[in-house]
C-alpha cells in the first residue's frame, strides 16, 4: 500500500532568462507607469486652419504651418495652458481685485491634474470628468470620443443644444449646470449628481472657458486668412532675448486683438445670458390631462404636427425620427460645406479627418415616441424646443406657431408614447 | 533553509488571520475595512451570516496553514533522502471528505432562511382580502454608465405617463419594504448597495426584481459591480431613503413639476 516514490525537484522557473525579463518589464512598468510624457497641451483648431486655407484658396503656403506658432503664442499668453489656465483682464484692470481673483482661482482649480488634498477639496475635476470624452481642448476629441454616438459636444464652436435661450445666444449656467447634474439620457453624457455643487459650478465656468476660447481662436483663423502672409504678432517679441522695442510691439498687438475680439466679439456675446431666456406663456387649461377639452387639444396638436409645423418630415410620420435622416449638425457642417469635399469620395476630405475632424455621420431625428427626451422632458423644456428650436442641429424654431398651437404639439408629443395603437 | 520555508509560510496564515479578526469587529483600528454601516433589515442577519463565514474560514485558513508550515518546518528534505508517497489512505480521505462537507451542509442550511427572505419569497401585500404579490415601486434601468430610476408616479404604476423619471438618484420611503424592478439597456451590469448588502447583477432582457427594506431615512451610494466598460467606475447613484410623508410630498412635487403654469379659467 505504501510505495515510495522519487520526485525530481522542479527546475526553477527563474532561472530561465526569458522568465527574467518578464518579470524585469513586470516591475519597470509598475514603478514607471504608462503614462504620457510632458505637460497636457491645448491643441490647435486644425480642422477650422485647414478650412479657412480653402476657402482663401489664393493664400500660400499653408496657414497652420504659417501661422500656427503665432497663434498658439496668443491663446497662451492670453488664456494660459491646461495646467495654468488665465482670464483676459481689461487694460488698466487689478489682477487680484474680487471677483476676478477668486474667479481664475477657480478655473485653475478645476484644470490641471487630478488630485485632491486632505480636506476632500477636489483639483482637475475637469481631467478627472470630462477629458476622456471632451478632450482637454475642449474639442470633444478626447480618447473615448470615437466610440461614442452621438460624438461628445466640441464647446469650440460655443454652441450647445440644450438651453432655455433663443438660437444664437448662449446658454445661462443653470442650463450647463442641469445639463451635468442631471445627464442627457439616450446619449453616453451621464449624471454628476453625486458631484459636490461647488465643483459643478467651478465645471461649468470652465466649460464656458473652453467654448469662448475655441470662439476666440476660430475667430484667429479667420482673422490671418486674411492677412496674406503678413504676421498676425511678432512672437520674437515674446521671447527672452527680445529688444524693448519688439517686446512693446508684441503687447500692443496682443491688447488689440483682445480687445477687438476677445472683449468686443466673444465675450460680449456670452454676457447675461439669462437676460434672453425664453419664458413659455401659460398653457391652456386643457392641457390638464383630466380636462374635458384635452382630447381636442391633442387632436390640435397632430393636425400642427402633421400640416403647418411639418414635423413629419424629419420626425416621419409616425413620429419614429425616420423621415429625413441625410442631415448633419453645425458640428460637422463646419467643414463639410468647404468646397471640394464631397462625402461620397472620402479622398477628397481625408485631409480633414487628419487634422482631427471626426468621421462625419447625419444627426437623427428624434424618436418621439420615445418617453424621455435628451434635453429635458418636462412641458416647459419641449415648449422651448419647439419655439426656439436646437442649436446646431436641424431642427428650426417656429415663429409661424402661436403659443397655443406649441402647446398643442406638447400635448400630442406629450401622449405619443403611450398612444393607443 | 526548511527552517526559514516552514517560518514564512507559517507567516501567512498567521498574518491573514491577524488582519481578518481585526477587520472584522467594529472596536479595532480596521474596522470599516469590510462593509459601511448596515441600514436594511436583512442586513443584520447578513452580516451575522458573514462573520460566520469568515470565522470558519479563518479556523480552516490557520489550522491548513500551520500543518502546512509544520510539515515543511518538520519534514524538509533536510539530508536529501527521497520524500514518501502514500497512492491511497482510507481513512484520512474519509476524514477529510466528511469534515468538510459536514460545514458546508451545515452553512448551506443555516443561512437558507435569509436567503429565502431576501431572493424568494417575495413580499405580499393584502388587497381586497387577496394576498397579491407586492407590486415594483420604481424600475431602474443600468446603461452605460449610469442609472436611470423610473419612479412610479400616483398611479402607482410602472410605465404609465405619470411615471418621474430620475437618473443617478433613487428616493425610496424608509421603514418599509420596496421591491424594485431591475433592467439593463445595453450590457451585464450588478445593482450594488453595500449600506443594504443587497446586490443583483442586470442582464440585458430580463427584469430582475429586488426587495429590501431601509430601517431609517439615510443617504446611500449604489454602484455597479459588473465591470461594463471604460466607464464602469463613474457609475454612481445617490440612494436617499426618506419618510413615506417625505416621500408621497416628493411624488407629489415632482408631478407637479411635469406640468406647465396653466392659464387662468375663465369665469
Keep these: 500500500m505504501v510505495g515510495r516514490v522519487e520526485l525530481s525537484l522542479l527546475s526553477s522557473g527563474l532561472t530561465k532568462p526569458v522568465t527574467a525579463w518578464w518579470i524585469a518589464l513586470g516591475f519597470m512598468i509598475a514603478i514607471g507607469g504608462c503614462q504620457p510624457a510632458g505637460p497636457a497641451k491645448f491643441q490647435l483648431n486644425r480642422v477650422e486652419a485647414l478650412k479657412q486655407e480653402k476657402l482663401n484658396s489664393a493664400e500660400t503656403g499653408s496657414i497652420a504651418a504659417n501661422y500656427g506658432t503665432q497663434i498658439e503664442t496668443v491663446l497662451r499668453e ?30 485653475q482649480r478645476t484644470a490641471g491634474p487630478v488630485s485632491s488634498d486632505l480636506d476632500g477639496e477636489h483639483v482637475g475635476m475637469y481631467r478627472a470628468h470630462c477629458a476622456h470624452c471632451h478632450g482637454v481642448t475642449g474639442d470633444g476629441a478626447g480618447p473615448t470620443a470615437t466610440a461614442l454616438n452621438p460624438y461628445p459636444r466640441d464647446f469650440r464652436l460655443g454652441k450647445f443644444k440644450f438651453k432655455s435661450t433663443p438660437l444664437r445666444k448662449p446658454p445661462t449656467d443653470e442650463d450647463l449646470t442641469r445639463i451635468i447634474r442631471e445627464g442627457i439620457p439616450g446619449t453616453a453624457m451621464p449624471s454628476f449628481r453625486t458631484l459636490p455643487d ?117 420626425h416621419g ?96 408629443v406629450k401622449q405619443l408614447p403611450y398612444e393607443a395603437k | 533553509m526548511n527552517r526559514f520555508w516552514g517560518l514564512f509560510f507559517l507567516a501567512v496564515p498567521l498574518a491573514a488571520f491577524g488582519v481578518s479578526a481585526l477587520a472584522a469587529w467594529g472596536w479595532t483600528p480596521l474596522a470599516g475595512f469590510w462593509l459601511p454601516a448596515n441600514y436594511s433589515r436583512e442586513g443584520e442577519t447578513i452580516d451575522q451570516l458573514f462573520h460566520l463565514f469568515h470565522a470558519v474560514a479563518a479556523v480552516v485558513l490557520l489550522g491548513t496553514g500551520l500543518i502546512l508550515a509544520w510539515s515543511i518546518y518538520r519534514f524538509g528534505n533536510r539530508d536529501r533522502t527521497a520524500a514518501q508517497y502514500w497512492p491511497h489512505h482510507s481513512v484520512l480521505e474519509w476524514v477529510w471528505t466528511i469534515i468538510p462537507a459536514g460545514i458546508l451542509i451545515f452553512l448551506a442550511l443555516f443561512q437558507m432562511e435569509s436567503w429565502n427572505r431576501s431572493k424568494a419569497a417575495h413580499p405580499e401585500i393584502e388587497v381586497a382580502g387577496q394576498r397579491l404579490p407586492q407590486p415594483p415601486l420604481v424600475r431602474v434601468v443600468a446603461k452605460r454608465f449610469g442609472w436611470e430610476f423610473h419612479h412610479a408616479g400616483p398611479d402607482g404604476k410602472l410605465q404609465t405617463a405619470d411615471d418621474l423619471y430620475v437618473e443617478n438618484l433613487l428616493l425610496l420611503p424608509a421603514a418599509e419594504m420596496v421591491v424594485l424592478q431591475l433592467e439593463s439597456s445595453d450590457v451585464i451590469h450588478s445593482f450594488f448597495v453595500p449600506g443594504l448588502r443587497v446586490k443583483q447583477d442586470l442582464v440585458p432582457g430580463m427584469k430582475q426584481k429586488m426587495w429590501f427594506e431601509v430601517r431609517e431615512p439615510v443617504e446611500l451610494e449604489i454602484i455597479c459591480t459588473e465591470l461594463c466598460g471604460w466607464g464602469h467606475y463613474t457609475m454612481q447613484a445617490k440612494l436617499q431613503a426618506v419618510t413615506r410623508a417625505e416621500y408621497d410630498r416628493w411624488v407629489v412635487e415632482e408631478t407637479n413639476r411635469r406640468r406647465p403654469e396653466l392659464a387662468e379659467v375663465e369665469q
Excluded at chain 1, 492670453?78 to 474680487?98: F, N, Q, Y
Excluded at chain 1, 481673483?101 to 477657480?106: I, L
Excluded at chain 1, 380636462?291 to 413629419?312: I, M, P, S, T
Excluded at chain 1, 437623427?364 to 424621455?372: A, E, G, W, Y
Aim: hydrophobic fraction near 35%.
Design chain 1, 198 to 314: 461647488d465643483d459643478v459650478s467651478a465645471l461649468v465656468d470652465y466649460v464656458k472657458y473652453l467654448a469662448m476660447r475655441g470662439e476666440f481662436e476660430r475667430r484667429l483663423w479667420a482673422e490671418v486668412a486674411g492677412l496674406e502672409g503678413d504676421p498676425l504678432i511678432d512672437i520674437a517679441g515674446s521671447t527672452e532675448s527680445a529688444t524693448d522695442e519688439q517686446r512693446a510691439a508684441f503687447k500692443e498687438r496682443l491688447l488689440e486683438l483682445t480687445e477687438d475680439f476677445w472683449f468686443d466679439e466673444v465675450a460680449m456675446r456670452w454676457e447675461e445670458p439669462a437676460e434672453y431666456i425664453t419664458v413659455p406663456p401659460p398653457a391652456p387649461t386643457s392641457y390638464a390631462v383630466e380636462h374635458e377639452g384635452h382630447q381636442a387639444l391633442v387632436d390640435l396638436g397632430r393636425q400642427v404636427f402633421f400640416g403647418k409645423a411639418n414635423c413629419l418630415q424629419c
Design chain 1, 317 to 412: 410620420e409616425t413620429g419614429l425620427g425616420d423621415g429625413q435622416t441625410a442631415n448633419y449638425d453645425d458640428w460637422t457642417n463646419e467643414w463639410i460645406k468647404t468646397p471640394g469635399v464631397d462625402l461620397a469620395i472620402k479622398s477628397t476630405y481625408r485631409d480633414f479627418l487628419a487634422a482631427g475632424a471626426m468621421p462625419p455621420r447625419p444627426v437623427r431625428p428624434r424618436n418621439l415616441r420615445h418617453p424621455i427626451q435628451r434635453g429635458g422632458s418636462l412641458p416647459n423644456d419641449l415648449y422651448r424646443r419647439i419655439a426656439n428650436g436646437i442649436e446646431g442641429t436641424p431642427m428650426p424654431s417656429s415663429p409661424a406657431l402661436s403659443s397655443d398651437e406649441i402647446w398643442a404639439l406638447v400635448a400630442y
Design chain 1, 78 to 107: 492670453l488664456l494660459g495652458t491646461p495646467d495654468e489656465p488665465r482670464w483676459p483682464l481689461l487694460d488698466g484692470g487689478d489682477a487680484s481685485e474680487e471677483p476676478y481673483a477668486s474667479f481664475v482661482k477657480r478655473l
